[in-house]
């Protein structure tokens, strides 16, 4: 449950991060051209969030057996 949660959690760091740079770029009064690289670099906490959120029960697992040593 803890992993799901942190995935979330990254999830939704990652569309702040992206729904503020579009933000930016769309202000009425200074409005600026969308660049790729910054779009990327801020979207990759989201797609870490949805690949740890798919592998959830083996991230789990994994954590599990490093803590019990």
Known sequence: MLVC???GCCMIVGMLDVGLYLAKCFQ???PSHIKIFPLA???IPFVAGVVILIKA???AG???EKLDM
């Open 5 to 7: 949660f942190a995935a």
């Open 28 to 30: 009425p009064k200074h």
């Open 41 to 43: 670099v801020d979207s």
């Open 57 to 59: 029960k083996a991230v």
């Open 62 to 64: 994994w954590i599990s």
